[in-house]
C-alpha cells in the first residue's frame, strides 16, 4: 500500500476490519455446518443442546458478512469511483446540495432500521418457535406467493 | 445540442426504453393502483382479496422500472444524470414508497402491527403512483439542462402543474387498478370495483383535458408551433377519446375485460401522443435523442448483450407468469 500516493489509499482502517469480520463469519458459518455435519453423523445432532444453541444463534452472521463485505468492497475502492478513471469527488452531481444528500440518508437509515427491525423479530420469532409449524399457519402466508404454494404442495395433494 | 439524426441503434434503444416505459406504466400500474383502492376500503375480505389479485405479478411488473433505468444508465447517460439529478427528492419517496409497499405485501399476514403495513402498503402505493406522475409533469414542463447537466434546484418539481400530473396518474393508476379488479376477481370485489370505475373515469377524463390543453400552450411557447408539422398525430389523442367511451360502455353492459382492457388503450395512446409531441426530444425541448445517445461502441455492446439476450428472457418470463395465473382468482 504504501507504494500509493497517499492522494490515491483509502481509509485503510474500515476495509481492514471489515474483511476480517466477513473472513470470521464465513469460519464461524463452515465451523458450525461441518461441526453440525459431524454430529449429525455421529447420531448427536438432536440431543447435543449447546449446539442447538449455538446454530440458533449464528443466525445473524449471514447478514453480518454481507454487510462487511459490502464496506470492504465500497470503502476499499476509494478514492475512485471507477478506478484509475473517475474519482468520487469528481462523479457527483452538481446540482446535489449537502442538505438532499442528508435527507435522503436520514430517510434511507429510518426506512432500513424500521423494516429490518420487523424483519429480525419475524425471523427471530420463526427460529423460537421451530420446526413442525401445523397447518394452520398457512393462514397468515400471503397467497399465490413461493412460500405459500411451497407449503401448500408439500401439505396438498396435488392440484 | 447537435440537431443530426439518431443513428439505428440509437433508435433501437429509444424504441426499448418507450416499450419498458409503456410496459411498467401499464403493469405496475394496475398494481399500484389496487394498492391504492385498498386503502379506500377497510373490508378486510375486500383487501385480502385485492391482494391476492396481484400478488403472483408485482415485483415482476417492477423489474420493467429496472430495465427503464438500466438502459437510460447505458444507452443514454445525459438523461439518467439529468433526470436523477432534477427529480432527487420524487426518486427518493418512490423508492421508499416502493420498499414499504413490497415489504408490506409479507409482513402484514404476520399477526404483529398489522394496520401499520396495511397503512404501508396504501400509503406507499399512492406516494408511488404521485412522484411518478409528478416527475411527468415536470418533465413535460421542461427541465433547465446546461452543458448536459441539470441547472435547477432539488424542489423545482413542486409546483401546480407536476402536482396536478401526479394527482392525475393516481386517479389513472387507480382506473386501472379498479378494471384489474373486475377483471380478476367475482362479486362482491368485482361489484365493488366496477361501482368506482365511473367516477374515476370521469376524473381522468376531466384531468386529461386540463393536462393536454397547458401541454399544448407550453409547446407553442417553446417551439412556436401549435403541432402542425405531424398532424398524424392527433390520431393517438382520437384513441384515447375512443378508449374512454370503451370503459363506460364496458361498466354499463358489464363486460368484465373492457374496462381493464380499455384503461391499458388510455395509456398507450396518452404515452404516444406525449412521444410524437416530443419528438426528437428526450428531455422536452433541452435535450435530442440524438445527443442523449451513449457512443456507438457501448450501444451495440448493450445490443449483444442486453438487447438480444436479457430483454427476451424478462419479456419471456413476464408472459408465462400472466399464462399461469390467467383467469379469476380462486377464493381460498
Known amino acids: 500500500l504504501e507504494t500509493f500516493p497517499v492522494e490515491d489509499r483509502p481509509p485503510v482502517i474500515i476495509p481492514f476490519f471489515a474483511f476480517r469480520i466477513m473472513v470470521g463469519m464465513g469460519l464461524i458459518m463452515l465451523a458450525v455446518s461441518w461441526f453440525g455435519s459431524f454430529l449429525r453423523w455421529s447420531g448427536r445432532l438432536e440431543s447435543t443442546r449447546w449446539f442447538l444453541w449455538v446454530a440458533f444463534l449464528s443466525f445473524p452472521s449471514g447478514f453480518i458478512a454481507v454487510l462487511a463485505g459490502w464496506f470492504t468492497a465500497e470503502v476499499g475502492r476509494q478514492p475512485w469511483v471507477v478506478y484509475g478513471l473517475l474519482r468520487t469527488k469528481d462523479a457527483v452531481t452538481p446540482s446535489l446540495t449537502t442538505g438532499d444528500v442528508l435527507i435522503s440518508l436520514a430517510c434511507y437509515v429510518i426506512a432500513y432500521a424500521t423494516i429490518y427491525s420487523f424483519g429480525l423479530f419475524f425471523i427471530y420469532r420463526l427460529l423460537r418457535d421451530g420446526p413442525g409449524r401445523d397447518a394452520s399457519d398457512r393462514a397468515k402466508m400471503t397467497p399465490a406467493r413461493p412460500l405459500a404454494v411451497a407449503m401448500q404442495s408439500s401439505t396438498d395433494e396435488p392440484r | ?332
Open chain 2, 1 to 332: 445540442m447537435s440537431a443530426t439524426d439518431p443513428s439505428a441503434l440509437a433508435l433501437f434503444w429509444v424504441a426499448v426504453i418507450g416499450v419498458a416505459i409503456l410496459a411498467y406504466v401499464v403493469l405496475d400500474g394496475f398494481d399500484l393502483g389496487v394498492g391504492i383502492l385498498f386503502g379506500a376500503t377497510k373490508d378486510a375480505a375486500l383487501r385480502d382479496e385485492m391482494i391476492a389479485s396481484i400478488s403472483p405479478f408485482w415485483d415482476g411488473n417492477e423489474t420493467w422500472l429496472i430495465v427503464v433505468g438500466a438502459t437510460l444508465f447505458a444507452a443514454f447517460p445525459t438523461v439518467y444524470a439529468v433526470f436523477l439529478g432534477a427529480f432527487y427528492i420524487p426518486v427518493l419517496l418512490l423508492l421508499l414508497a416502493l420498499i414499504f409497499r413490497g415489504v408490506a405485501f409479507e409482513f402484514r399476514a404476520r399477526d404483529a402491527a398489522q394496520r401499520f403495513w396495511d397503512r404501508s402498503f396504501a400509503v406507499g402505493s399512492l406516494v408511488a403512483a404521485f412522484v411518478q406522475g409528478a416527475a411527468v409533469g415536470a418533465m413535460i414542463r421542461g427541465i433547465p439542462v446546461v452543458n448536459g447537466q441539470f441547472s435547477g434546484g432539488s424542489s423545482d418539481w413542486v409546483a401546480a402543474f407536476p402536482i396536478l400530473h401526479g394527482i392525475g396518474l393516481v386517479l389513472g393508476y387507480a382506473l386501472l387498478g379498479a378494471g384489474w379488479l373486475v377483471l380478476k376477481s367475482e362479486d362482491p370485489l368485482r361489484s365493488w370495483a366496477r361501482s368506482r370505475i365511473p367516477m374515476l373515469a370521469t376524473a381522468v377524463v376531466a384531468f386529461l383535458c386540463v393536462a393536454v390543453v397547458t401541454a399544448f400552450i407550453d409547446r407553442a411557447r417553446m417551439t412556436g408551433s401549435l403541432f402542425l408539422d405531424r398532424p398524424w398525430g392527433f390520431v393517438f389523442p382520437l384513441i384515447g377519446i375512443l378508449a374512454i367511451v370503451g370503459i363506460f360502455a364496458g361498466v354499463r353492459q358489464r363486460r368484465d375485460s373492457w374496462p381493464f382492457a380499455m384503461t391499458v388503450v388510455l395509456f398507450v395512446a396518452a404515452f404516444l401522443s406525449l412521444a410524437v409531441m416530443f419528438w426528437p426530444y428526450m428531455i422536452p425541448y433541452s435535450v435530442t435523442v440524438a445527443a442523449a445517445a451513449a457512443p456507438q461502441a457501448s450501444l451495440s455492446f448493450l445490443f449483444w448483450g442486453a438487447g438480444l439476450f436479457v430483454l427476451p428472457v424478462i419479456s419471456a418470463y413476464t408472459a408465462v407468469v400472466y399464462w399461469v395465473f390467467r383467469g379469476k382468482i380462486r377464493k381460498s
